[in-house]
């Protein structure tokens, strides 16, 4: 059976991703940071359904809390088959009110972890002869968004870093990808008014946000398919092309 990490796991996308994942025969790792009730929660509505996910709690931006982590997956797991450093946080504000430490964070969590993550898992990976790194970044890494000036730049750093690692992880069997999700119906986009919403809707040729699911498939997709690497698969709907 093959194994999984999904950071920030707990919700949205990385919950849906979660779910795909398991339904697929996979032994799933959950990751999730500081909301242990809502992991719990959803472990609970894994198990109802007759999975049984593992939680492992760590701020993937705090470099000792991940070697922690990891220490302990890797004593009960030879191995990670498949990475997805989904963890994410974005902040909404113009760029004369972005703090340095708002920045800092933003960077930590959406680039840092991925970092660290990877880091992580590519000895065992290489060791093993294969296996696969998937990103979340976000069309917004690609094209940009205004008054998220800090999230924009630190998916389009996930975007950069994957292109990197995959070459250099690529001779020895490891597959580094992206997956770039447009406007997704999740909670971080909660902020949004219902008329934003509807204009966004309107600027998406398959006319509807975006799920989970639809992402979650592209991650799995990513996962089976052993030819494809150094890929950013834009999971939009025609958003922004």
Known sequence: MKTVLVTGGTKG????????????????????GNDEEAALATQAE?????????????DVGDESQIDDMFAEIFRNYDR?????NNAG?????VIQDTTAAEWDRIFAVNVR?????SRA???????????CIINVASVWGEVGASCEVAYSASKAALIGFTKALSKELAPSGVRVNCVSPGVIDTQMNAHLSSEELEDLTEQIPLGRLGSGEDVA???LFLAENGYVTGETLSVGGGFAK
């Open 13 to 32: 996308i990385g919950k849906a991703v979660a779910a795909e994942f398991l339904s697929k025969g996979y032994e799933v790792i959950i990751n999730y």
């Open 121 to 131: 898992v590519a000895d065992r990976m290489i060791v093993a002869g294969g296996g």
């Open 80 to 84: 990670i088959d498949v990475l997805v």
């Open 113 to 117: 972890g991925a970092f660290l993550c």
């Open 89 to 93: 946080i974005s902040r909404v504000n």
């Open 46 to 58: 894994f198990n109802m359904l007759g999975y049984c996910p593992v939680l492992m709690r760590a």
């Open 217 to 219: 498939k592209a991650c």
